[in-house]
Each structure stands twice: as C-alpha cells, then as structure tokens.
C-alpha cells in the first residue's frame, strides 16, 4: 500500500528529542477519528472515559505520551485523554490549534506540543493546502507515530473518509492500529 505522502510532495515532520515531551521508552498513540463522536451522548470528558474503558476491555496498555490532529470530534477527545491520564500530547494540526484545543493545553500539566503543519488556504494542486491539507496532516501523524514505533487508535463511525484515510496511513507507515467502531 502506498500512502498519499508518497505520492504527493509531503514535508518530514521531525523535531528533536529536546523538543519532545516524551521519551523514546514511552508509548506512543495517536487517537484519530470521525467527527460526528462528540455527537454522541456525554460530553467530551466522559467520551474520554468511554474511549479508556475501551482501551481497558482490549487490554491496550494506556498511552505514554498521545498525538492529535487537532481537530474536532476524535481528536478533542483524544485531547480529553490525554488531560485525564496527565501524559503529553503532540497536536499536528490544520490552520493551526483549534479554541477547544488551545484550551485544554492551557489546563494540561503535561506539556504539550502544538504545531500547525497544514493550511487550508493556498493553491489546490498543493498538498500541503485545501482538500489535501488533512490528508497532509493525516499522513504526518501516521510518520511521526511510526518513527516512534507507536500505536493508532481509531474512533471510527464506519462512514468517515477521514478516517478510513488515516488508518490508511497508519498502514502504511506500519502503525498497528485498532479500530473502534462506535454506535450514536
């Protein structure tokens, strides 16, 4: 399987290890998925605890450290988890950090990394802006977990294209990922 950053001129996401809330021990998970799961029932802390709960009935270790797209839906929640366990999170975000997002960094003790590496604005043949912005960023997400031999965890409504992209991506850049597929 070739994923979208092989085909399209996809900038490295990289940083340092003094940049990294984490260390190269922890693990690492990117918690992605649709939009419409903050649409279900309970607010964003008790999705949370409904995705930890799910993490505990499969027997998945809890993260270490946790990366978002920075999005709403999935990627709230999974900000929501991190602020729950108190580990790290990297946010790979479009357009940079959402007012959700920027507000639970500002509550958060662990530290948190926020990068816009993506915009929505610019040239439509580049794939680093419109359409090809999440894309972008969903394959960025998908490199950086696997340069730290992490995990991905999708939230997934069995629909989202989004979705289906990222552990697309997950694939091919040899994150183990499991899939949850929820009921509203």
Not at 55 to 62: A, C, M, V
Not at 123 to 144: H, I, V, W
Request: glycine letters at 10%.
């Amino acid at each position: 399987m070739v994923c979208y950053c092989e085909r399209a001129d996809v900038p490295d996401v990289s940083y340092s290890a003094e940049q990294l809330p984490f260390s190269s021990d922890d693990d690492i998970w990117v918690i992605f998925g649709s939009r419409s799961f903050t649409a279900t029932d309970g607010s964003t802390r008790e999705q949370a605890k409904r995705v930890l709960n799910e993490f505990d009935d499969r027997d998945l270790e809890h993260p270490d450290a946790i990366v978002s797209g920075g999005a709403d839906g999935a990627d709230a929640v999974a900000e929501a988890v991190a602020l729950h366990l108190g580990v790290p999170m990297v946010v790979l975000a479009v357009n940079g950090p959402s007012d959700g997002t920027a507000f639970r960094r500002d509550l958060a003790d662990a530290p948190w990394v926020v990068d816009t590496v993506t915009s929505y604005d610019g040239e439509q043949d580049d794939p680093t802006s419109g359409k090809g912005a999440y894309l972008t960023r969903n394959c960025m997400m998908a490199e950086f977990v696997g340069q730290h031999d992490g995990y991905g965890f999708a939230i997934w409504d069995g629909d989202s294209n989004g979705t289906a992209h990222m552990i697309d991506s997950c694939r091919s850049h040899g994150v183990e990922t499991v899939t949850w597929e929820f009921s509203s």
